[in-house]
């Protein structure tokens, strides 16, 4: 037999239970739709960054020689017996030369990096935008779910690249 303060009961657990069945309804209509992107394999397939490396390698192998030469200059000179006062300004002098050529090596880089990261993230938030995502994490991150566009972005980043290297040749 079902007394007034049952009823109540029953009644304030069904409108609970309609409460969260409403709120899943509005959760799953706001739901986050979210995207993936594997990095490694877009700047594994991004032929810039081969074009880049291979700039930094041959500037690397530039200051390589550079400081070799310094170096023989310097054993030169102290091979010709140079006064102390003489060496220390000469070693000074290529020293000097050494740091600035370095600082303009790591500003190069660092301009290219940020030139490089620039346009991965652009990539991936047109593709995010063409897609309609509203969040792109690194697929490492994520273990099950989510829209993988790396190979979206790939086709992107490509894109982008043979339209600036045709622009180039022009």
């Given amino acids: 037999m079902l007394t007034k303060g049952k009823i109540t009961t029953l009644l304030s657990a069904l409108a609970i239970c309609g409460a969260a069945s409403s709120n899943l ?3 799953a209509q706001n739901a986050q739709k979210i995207g993936v992107v594997e990095l490694k394999t877009v700047l594994d397939k991004y032929p810039k960054v081969k074009e880049l490396e291979e700039n930094l390698k041959a500037e690397e192998d530039r200051l390589h ?3 070799e030469r310094s170096n023989k200059d310097f054993q030169v ?3 010709n017996k140079k006064s102390d006062a ?3 300004a000469l070693q000074k002098e290529l020293q000097g030369k050494i740091d600035q050529e370095v ?3 790591q500003k190069k880089l660092l301009a290219k990096d940020k030139m490089l990261k620039d346009e991965l993230f652009a990539a991936i938030k047109a593709e995010a935008k063409a897609k309609n995502l509203d969040t792109v994490l690194e697929k490492s991150v994520i273990l099950v779910g989510g829209t993988d ?3 979206a972005v790939v086709q992107r980043i490509a894109q982008s690249y043979e339209k600036s290297d045709s622009k180039a040749t022009k």
Avoid: F, S
Wanted: proline content about 0%.
């Fill in 103 to 105: 600082n303009n090596y």
């Fill in 77 to 79: 000179a102290k091979k």
């Fill in 65 to 67: 020689k550079m400081i």
């Fill in 149 to 151: 566009i790396t190979e």
């Fill in 86 to 88: 003489e060496l220390k």
């Fill in 25 to 27: 309804t509005v959760d």
